[in-house]
């Protein structure tokens, strides 16, 4: 799932390219993926853009109409950038192809998404706080008034994971299953610990491991076209994805824990004392 990082090196990217521009055609090609009727999404038909910005893992494309064009890329989804937009005619259904949009000097791009199950979401908006994953979002973790005394507040009293709490929208903006893992290995911490019972030395370390992490990540993929963010986001993984690989810091295996939809990877030494923490899916084959 593209993260804060990846949506970041996007909005740049399209923060270089879309503003002056104008909508030429924005083509629904699955319809499932439009969340919106009014406005209609023919309305940004002729509009300018005026700017590229992010919201979490929202993209927030805002024109001269008062209309946003907005999208989240969820699991599977991704940007496909064309310096000349194919001519080639979309047939829905037949394709990974959510949303063409074409623009005024022939560029333009593709909204896909791999597989089976469809998550990808896409609206026109008269204002981003209208979309509902907007309005429920925390603050963003490299917000300057994001401190550190304002992410202790909001871990107190929660005898939540703190795994699930970093990957909580409502609690904190932009970081998902990829870099919590990240954070989390960076700063020593178990995924299971609670986040109630965090010491005042553990939120100090787990907030400059956020910092660090998201900051290092973003400065990675600045400067990066859509087709090569992927690869620059899989280089800078020390935990995630690598299980089975040796840890980079203290040589030991890297491990995952799986779950219905996803995984988790750690290392036992820098995170758990050691501990290796039960698979999920052989603890439910033994019962």
Known sequence: MPEMPEVQGLVDFLGGRLPGLQFSRVTVANIAALKTYDPPIDALKGSTIEGVSRHGKFVDIAT????????????????????????TVIKPGRTPIALRVALSDGAGFDLTEAGTKKSLAVYAAREASDVPGIA???????????????????????????????????????????????????????????????????????????????????????????????????????????????????????????????????????????????DRRLSRLLK
């Open 64 to 87: 001269d109409a008062g209309i946003h064009l907005i999208f989240h890329l969820a699991k599977a989804g991704w940007l496909r950038w064309y310096d000349q937009l194919p001519a």
């Open 136 to 278: 429920r979002l925390g603050p963003d973790p490299l917000d300057p008034a994001f401190t550190r005394d304002a992410f202790a507040q909001l871990l107190t009293g929660r005898r939540t994971q703190i795994k699930g709490v970093l990957r909580d929208q409502s609690i904190i903006a932009g970081v998902g299953n990829a870099y919590s893992d990240e954070i989390l290995h960076a700063a020593r911490m178990s995924p299971y610990a609670l986040a109630a019972t965090l010491t005042d030395a553990d939120i100090g370390n787990l907030w400059d491991a956020m910092q660090s992490t998201l900051a290092e990540a973003i400065t990675a993929a600045s400067g990066k076209p859509p087709a090569e963010l992927k690869d620059a986001k899989r280089r800078g993984m020390q935990v995630h994805g690598r299980r089975g690989e040796t840890c980079p810091v203290c040589g030991d295996t890297v491990r995952s824990v799986f779950f219905a939809d996803n995984s988790l990877e750690y290392c036992a030494t820098c995170q758990t004392g050691g501990k290796v923490l039960a």
